[in-house]
């Protein structure tokens, strides 16, 4: 006996008790597939916002930096990065932004600040201004009447240490901090603009300048401590880490350190958590929607007892009788959980262009981030979406299925249809 074909006459005996069980596993799947797809998206800004700030979904730096990266020593550089970074992104098999990477070399370190009588320590993040447009994004939080660090010369200030030392825009900025040959460099820098994000550990402490001042200022022309590397997927971060490391030379292999985004300090372990989580949640929907399958699997069975004594009378084993149930109850959840795949890949291409913007509703938090949040497309949510919601209808009809191939014989023969 054919039990695929067996099981589906059977669905069709009782077509709208079967269009119901598929429905509900079409809501589950829909749910499954467009919220996964949600998730990922806001996984994807969150890693996004912070590797544009901190790390890069690949970062690069020498073995010694990394070693005293806290410190942020300037003796520690790559010495080719701009050639570096330009090798990089000229590993990018696509032409369009969404598939080109950004390689920018950005330099970190301490300063001592000057206007007047005033004097004051702070941090400079030192960057290709066009890339940290992308990166920092600080050039969104200028204060009106200022402007981005775009001229050589120029840096942006945070609007506390603007306070603390009487700085306006136009003034002059005289900067002090030590070389990465151990002498003293000095810069004066006109105040081009003056950001604000509410924030006392960028407002208060911290200033931007250019990539190419920061090099003439510590005697690393065309150096750089770090190279953040933006992917247009963070999940290749590893496959891209591999392709990046075999690009370099034997002398850049031997002094490099390449690491992923993932393998660096503590925040990855909260994604990886927060992914563990929604999988467990998508999950148990899947589940919910298939309950309804065990309901219907369960009156199946009920009312077909006298068929099933039959069959088992003309000796059909029990595993046959526990597989032609359980197939009956899979293909409503596979059924259903197509149709809702495919609706589910439609809600995430019509929102994923344009995303779900919440600036507003973060109108009260001005961290230079980005608020958009775009669904995404991918296999692993596709497939999630059908195996979940098929592999909960299974599991929902294996106990009615189970039961009535423990009925016994005789018992059930006298049943009444």
């Known amino acids: 006996m054919n039990l695929i074909s067996f099981a589906w006459r059977n669905l069709l005996r009782n077509t709208r008790r079967s269009l119901l069980a598929v429905l509900s596993t079409f809501l589950a799947t829909l749910m499954v597939v467009a919220g996964n797809g949600l998730t990922e998206g806001f996984l994807d800004s969150m890693v996004r916002n912070y590797a544009k700030n901190e790390t890069g979904h690949i970062h690069i730096t020498t073995a010694a930096f990394r070693e005293r990266s806290r410190f942020m020593p300037v003796d520690e550089y790559i010495p080719d990065a701009d050639a570096l970074a330009e090798k990089i ?189 929604y999988i467990g949640m998508w999950f148990f929907i899947a589940l919910l929607g298939a309950f309804i399958i065990a309901n219907i699997m369960t009156m199946v069975v009920l009312e077909r007892r006298r068929e099933t004594g039959i069959l088992m009378a003309m000796g059909m084993p029990p595993a046959k009788i526990v597989l032609s149930f359980l197939i009956e109850g899979t293909m409503l959840g596979l059924g259903g959980s197509v149709l809702g795949t495919a609706a589910g890949i439609a809600f995430n291409a019509t929102f994923s262009r344009k995303g779900f913007d919440f600036s507003s509703a973060l109108a009260g938090f001005s961290w230079p981030i980005d608020n958009t949040i775009r669904p995404t497309i991918s296999l692993s949510g596709v497939l999630s979406g059908i195996l979940f919601c098929t592999v909960a209808a299974a599991l929902m009809s294996f106990l009615p299925s189970w039961r009535a191939s423990r009925m016994k014989v005789v018992d059930a023969l006298k049943a009444v249809q």
């Not at 000095?186 to 407002?203: C, M, Y």
């Not at 190419?212 to 963070?234: E, F, K, N, S, W």
């Open 89 to 277: 992104e000229g590993l990018s098999p696509g032409s369009s932004q969404a598939e080109h990477l950004l390689a920018a070399p950005r330099i970190r370190f301490g300063v001592l600040l000057s206007s007047g009588p005033y004097t004051k320590p702070a941090v400079v993040i030192a960057g290709d201004p066009e890339k940290e447009k992308f990166l920092l994004m600080l050039n969104r939080n200028i204060l009106p009447g200022g402007s981005y660090c775009d001229e050589p010369g120029t840096a942006i200030i945070g609007s506390g240490l603007a306070a603390d030392l009487e700085l306006k825009v136009g003034d002059t900025l005289k900067t002090v901090a030590t070389r990465s040959d151990g002498g003293i460099g000095f810069k004066s820098l006109r105040v081009s603009g003056i950001f604000q994000t509410g924030t006392n550990a960028l407002d208060g402490s911290m200033f931007q300048m250019r990539l190419d001042d920061a090099q003439t200022m510590l005697a690393m022309p065309g150096g750089a401590q770090q190279i953040l590397v933006m992917l247009p997927d963070y999940r290749q971060a590893n496959a891209w880490q591999k392709k990046i490391s075999g690009a370099l030379s034997t002398e850049e292999s031997a002094n490099l350190s390449v690491l992923p985004w993932s393998a660096i300090g503590e925040y990855p372990k909260v994604i990886q958590l927060a992914e563990a989580i």
